[in-house]
C-alpha cells in the first residue's frame, strides 16, 4: 500500500468516524435538552448562588456546543467529493443537518433557551425529527447488511438501500449525492445567512436581546 492510499484511507476513516460521532452527539443534545426537569431537581441541590448560576449556564451552554458540532460536520460532510468518498445516507444525512442548524438558530435567536418559550419546544420538536431522520439513515442505509451477508441471504429492499441511498454508491447514490447538494446545500446556507441577519439585527437593539 502506498503512502497515497494510506493517507486516503485514513482521511476517510476520519470523515466517516466524524460524521458517526455527530449522529450520536445529535442524540445526545436531544436528550440533554428534554430532561430540564431533571436539572430543576437536582439545581435543587446547590445552595451557593454562583453555582447555580453555573449549573444553569453549562445546561444551557452544552447542548448549544453540541448542536454546533453536529451542524459544522453536517455542513462540512455535506460536499460532493467529501459524500463521494464516504458513505452517507442521503437524503437522511442532509436534511437532518438543516433541521439541527433551524433548531441551532431558533435557540439562540428567538428565546429557544427558556423552557416556557414556544421557540424552545420548537426546537426540540426540529431537534427530535432530525434524530429521527439521522437515526433512520444511519441504521438502514449506513449500516445496511454487508454484502457476504446479502450473498447468503439474497434482499431485494436491502440491495436498492445500498445501491440507490448510499452517497457513495455508484452511479444511482453518486446522482442522489449530487442533487442532494444541490437541494440541501443552498437551504443550510439559507439558514447560516438567517442567523447572521438576526445576530446582526440583536446587536443593533439595546441590550441585545432575543425576540
Known amino acids: ?19 458517526n460521532i455527530s449522529i450520536i452527539l445529535g442524540v ?16 435543587a441541590y446547590l445552595s451557593l448562588r454562583v453555582s447555580l448560576e453555573i449549573w444553569d449556564l453549562v445546561t444551557v451552554l452544552v447542548v448549544d456546543l453540541l448542536l454546533v458540532f453536529v451542524v459544522l460536520v453536517g455542513f462540512f460532510v455535506l460536499n460532493p467529493d467529501i459524500m463521494a468518498d ?30 416556557g418559550h414556544t421557540a424552545f419546544r420548537r426546537a426540540l420538536w426540529l431537534m427530535a425529527i432530525a434524530n429521527v431522520i439521522n437515526v433512520i439513515g444511519f441504521a438502514l ?24 441511498l448510499r452517497s457513495n454508491a455508484s452511479p444511482s447514490g453518486l446522482e442522489l449525492n449530487q442533487l ?22 440583536q446587536l443593533n437593539k439595546p441590550g441585545g436581546e432575543n425576540a
Open 141 to 164: 442505509v449506513m449500516e445496511a447488511p454487508s454484502g457476504e451477508y446479502l450473498e447468503l441471504h439474497p434482499s431485494p429492499f436491502w440491495s436498492f438501500v445500498k445501491s440507490h
Open 86 to 115: 464516504i458513505k452517507v445516507a442521503v437524503p437522511f444525512i442532509p436534511l437532518a443537518t438543516v433541521l439541527f442548524a433551524l433548531a441551532l438558530v431558533i435557540r439562540l435567536f428567538h428565546g429557544g433557551h427558556r423552557p
Open 28 to 43: 445526545v443534545a436531544l436528550g440533554m435538552a428534554l430532561v430540564q426537569a431533571y436539572y430543576r431537581n437536582l439545581r
Open 1 to 19: 500500500m502506498t503512502a497515497h492510499e494510506i493517507s486516503k484511507a485514513l482521511e476517510i476513516w476520519t470523515l466517516q468516524t466524524l460524521l
Open 180 to 201: 442532494c447538494f444541490y437541494i440541501f446545500f443552498p437551504l443550510l446556507i439559507g439558514v447560516f445567512v438567517y442567523g447572521f441577519v438576526r445576530a446582526m439585527a
